[in-house]
């Protein structure tokens, strides 16, 4: 990787670490230095830290590596900060220069990194091919069993603590439930394609058919190629930024953005990533022009929706009763969109919003930080499901799969006391279909009392 | 020592390692940065009591700190000293609602204190920029001010006794519950304000009021300064102290709108933020007579907010001007002048005229009810010759202040960013008791040396 100066944090335009006025307004934001109550564990501490290392103040040190890891890169401070500091940016540049330099490498993170994020995450078949022997795994009762012989016991610890947080692969991928091409119901509208994500594919897909469903029937005509790349947000996120922009380049070719009213993405954490690529592949002479204008072209479905003035159901979808909407950290820092979700909510009947504490706050997800980081996710997790829990919902809205697994993991086995996690969209699909149903509106509980 | 320090709080509490100390180089203000020896998180004030023996039996220097919002630099390091970060004593004691006071530790949050005291109906009025990090340690200790000066003052109004431990160890507690108490020199009173160098504040004593019943927002826009500054001079002339009084020139406007989202008027010149509280019936008089002076006076636009949640976003809005400027350049200096609200109209002229002279940027916004100032630089620290020109320009703007009867700080403190200036305003005589009040409390000078004076 060719770098100016001696590092990469050098490298970058030296105004956006200034940026930082260190005025400390993000700090109450900050799950981090919440849990310590350390200034090197909040946003300004690791700017300054970041600041020091392009100012060749401090070595690049294994503590400096661990630290940007420990950062879970959920982008409240960005919300908070006046100054409009791109903690984004920092960031990942800062996580590149740690992986450039190589002060966390050892042989069994090489590995797993290699493994995950150079292989298994560059190769959509190959992550499907994963995908179904999981579920064959799963389905066969193979994971059952192996489960109750306490077979699990022979994984290595932290496998073994991670074992129990395996996502449930569904039978059918999104290429099983989506047509490449498929007609707006009614007059068309506007053309757009449909992004279908790593593992939503695989373990939401029905958020990506609900996703096609809202459109179509808001006058979309809706392209989704079978086989889609990653984004590459995994990629940036961890320092990987050479495959990030190898991604970036294939998805553009797939989906050329002057081709598209707009290219939709229904997962938060994607959608953070997919809006930069315009940043990503500014120095490359020959995807810079169509790399601003794919970020011009990309949208968040509830945001499109809003956008396009989407239709307002008239009958409830299958889950009646409250919801509480749980915000994806890189939906409301990373993209900005709080408002659009909750419009959309609010325009279902027989569902009432209920805020939640907190409900900007990370879930412990972050990506894979659940599994870099167990003992903070899990603190995380708990303090969300406490906020979740006291509004009373019966339903829990969130736009995210990762969000989606890690509440769905905290809540446990599901009864019928259990909250139903969704995407907002599916609710919306489902009430869009039980119109047809009509003129019997089934319920699964009693109607709303109005 | 290091070793001792560990063994006198356990060494989880003491960091020494660079990536630890790094972060606590420096607080809110612009510019300055010194990394410490150690920073060391102490858990009471019997704890502290060791730390400052030990320091003084090393002779080594102590810099107080909360959470480094501060912004004359009074929380930044002192070369080869060990910082005493005070946010483990967090503890709320004591909510006496029969005498209507609140007994905190020194690393509460401002915000914290706020939200006690409004849950049982009662209300903490100082609310500095910062407050929802800043600590009350900290607020006592540069008796901070806020958007509610003009009408309920600052911290020292509502401090009734501190918990002081002084650089030899000792521990004292100064003040009480009782409205009236003239036992012995108010030293309570000398303490705060002290900025860290004559004790350590451990426990604060605070006098709540009652909430308000009710309270409105108006926002009047101008196409001038001056008509602003009118239409506070009439206000005041009107008899009516609103609870804030704020103002914004253009340029803040912009930033802070670019920033909240808000709904502020970009083509303004000026706007008033005002706000009055207190029985409904007299807010809304108030209100209306607000409206109709501001009016008269040449607003262009004049706006009641249409309820709570919306004049909360304006008054968070408006907190956040200083860090919206940084939006504009590298780097933001923000000064604090005041002058008798009488001269207010005529130093904003002033500021405005400095800028152009010097061919500099600077933003203003700040308190027009209590004329408290906040000229803010907007600059780049790595330009020399501009910084030779900002130097030139915030001098001229201290002197004019002084010669206008005004102070160099209103409310951020002297520490190390105005200390130049301070001899000039108090007179050699008072300037000479200060120190010896120092000399007395801190005879080996360990406790944030360098700060106010040398």
Avoid at chain 1, 146 to 162: D, G, K, M, S, W
Avoid at chain 1, 256 to 274: E, K, M, Q, V
Avoid at chain 2, 91 to 112: F, M
Wanted: proline share 6%.
């Amino acid at each position: 990787m060719k770098v100016a100066g001696n590092n990469l944090l050098q490298a970058l335009d030296y105004s956006v670490l200034q940026q930082c006025m260190h005025c400390g307004l993000c700090l109450p934001t900050c799950p981090t230095f919440t849990e310590t109550g350390r200034e090197r564990n909040s946003p300004r501490g690791r700017i300054a830290l970041m600041r020091a290392v392009a100012d060749c103040d401090l070595t690049l040190s294994r503590v400096f590596g661990e630290e940007m890891y420990y950062c879970l890169g959920c982008l409240a401070c960005t919300s908070a900060c006046p100054a409009g500091v791109d903690y984004a940016t920092l960031f990942e540049t800062a996580r590149a220069e740690v992986e450039r330099r190589g002060v966390l490498a050892n042989p069994q993170r090489n590995f797993i990194r290699w493994a995950v994020i150079r292989v298994l995450f560059t190769r959509p078949r190959l992550l499907r091919f994963v995908g179904r022997l999981l579920w064959c795994y799963q389905a066969s009762g193979l994971q059952a069993t192996a489960r109750q012989l306490r077979l699990t016991h022979l994984l290595p610890r932290r496998l073994r603590e991670l074992e129990p947080q395996t996502p449930h692969v569904q039978r059918r991928f999104s290429h099983q439930l989506i047509a490449p091409v498929e007609p707006a119901r009614g007059d068309r509208r506007h053309r757009v394609a449909v992004l279908t994500g790593c593992v939503q594919d695989l373990v939401l897909p029905d958020v990506n058919r609900a996703t096609v469903d809202v459109l179509r029937e808001n006058g979309c005509e809706v392209h989704t190629p079978p086989v889609q790349p990653c984004c590459g947000s995994l990629h940036a996120h961890n320092g990987d930024l050479e495959p990030a922009r190898m991604l970036a380049r294939r998805l553009i070719d797939l989906l050329p953005p002057d081709r598209f009213d707009a290219i939709i993405t229904n997962a938060g954490g994607c959608g953070s990533h997919l809006r930069h690529y315009d940043h990503l592949l500014a120095d490359d002479p020959a995807y810079a022009t169509r790399a601003a204008f794919w970020s011009k072209r990309i949208r968040d479905i509830h945001e499109w929706l809003v956008e396009i003035g989407f239709r307002r159901p008239d009958a409830p979808p299958l889950t009646v009763g409250t919801v509480t909407y749980h915000e994806s950290c890189h939906l409301c820092h990373g993209q900005k969109i709080s408002r659009e979700p909750r419009e959309i909510l609010k325009t279902i009947p027989g569902i009432e919003l209920h805020e939640c504490v907190e409900a900007t706050w990370c879930c412990g997800s972050a990506g894979i930080y659940n599994i870099t980081q167990p003992k903070t996710a899990s603190w995380l997790q708990q303090r969300k499901l406490r906020n979740l829990r006291k509004t009373g919902a019966r339903i829990i809205a969130t736009a995210n799969p990762g969000c989606h697994l890690q509440i769905a993991n905290g809540l446990g086995a599901s009864s019928n006391l259990t909250p139903r996690i969704v995407h907002p969209v599916v609710l919306l699909a489902e009430a869009y279909r039980q119109e047809m149903m009509r003129p019997a509106p089934s319920y699964c509980s009693a109607p709303p009392r109005k | 020592m290091i070793q001792e320090l560990a063994i006198l709080v356990g060494a989880p509490n003491v960091l020494t390692e660079p990536e630890d100390i790094l972060p606590y180089a420096f607080d809110g203000t612009a510019g300055l940065k010194q990394r410490p020896r150690a920073v060391v998180f102490p858990a009471d004030a019997a704890e502290i009591a060791a730390v400052l023996r030990l320091a003084s039996i090393h002779r080594v220097p102590i810099v107080v700190r909360g959470n480094g919002t501060g912004l004359s630099g009074g929380s930044v390091p002192v070369a080869g000293g060990v910082v005493l970060c005070l946010t483990r004593l967090n503890r709320i004691i004591e909510l006496d609602q029969q005498n209507l006071t609140l007994l905190i530790e020194a690393g509460v949050t401002t915000q914290r204190i706020f939200d006690t005291a409004a849950a049982a109906g009662l209300f903490y009025p100082p609310d500095p920029g910062s407050m929802k990090i800043s600590t009350i340690g900290g607020n006592v200790a540069e008796n901070s001010g806020g958007l509610r000066g003009l009408k309920y003052g600052v911290t020292r109004d509502y401090v009734m006794g501190l918990e002081i431990v002084l650089a030899d160890g000792t521990v004292c507690w100064l003040g009480s519950k009782c409205v009236k108490d003239v036992a012995g020199y108010n030293l309570r009173d000398l303490f705060i304000g002290s900025e860290g160098t004559l004790g350590v504040i451990t426990r604060v004593l605070l006098r709540l009021l009652p909430m308000p019943a009710a309270r409105q927002t108006l926002l009047a826009t101008y196409a001038t300064m001056a008509a602003a500054a009118e239409t506070v001079s009439a206000i005041i002339a009107a008899r009516i102290v609103p609870c804030t009084l704020e103002f914004l020139d253009r340029k803040t406007l912009r930033c802070v709108e670019d920033y909240a989202h808000v709904g502020l008027p970009l083509d303004a010149e000026a706007v008033l933020l005002v706000e009055t509280d207190g029985h409904s019936a007299a807010v809304e008089d108030e209100a209306a007579r607000i409206e109709t002076l501001a009016r008269r006076h040449g607003a262009t636009t004049v706006k009641r907010t249409a309820d709570a949640a919306e004049a909360d976003r304006l008054t968070t809005a408006r907190r956040s001007a200083f860090s919206s400027l940084a939006r504009l350049r590298p780097t933001t200096i923000l000064e604090d002048v005041t002058v008798p609200r009488s001269e207010l109209a005529r130093m904003i002229g002033f500021v405005q005229a400095v800028a152009a002279r010097h061919r500099v940027e600077i933003a203003t916004f700040g308190h027009f009810g209590d004329g408290n100032l906040h000229p803010t630089v907007l600059t780049d620290e790595r330009d020399t010759e501009e910084m030779r020109r900002v130097e030139q320009a915030l001098h001229e703007i201290f002197e004019h202040a002084l010669q206008l009867g005004g102070t160099i700080t209103g409310e951020h403190g002297v520490g190390l960013a105005k200390k130049a200036f301070l001899r000039q305003q108090l007179g050699d005589a008072s300037y000479a008791l200060l120190r010896q009040i120092k000399r007395t409390l801190d005879p080996a000078g360990l406790l944030n040396p360098g700060k106010i004076f040398d």
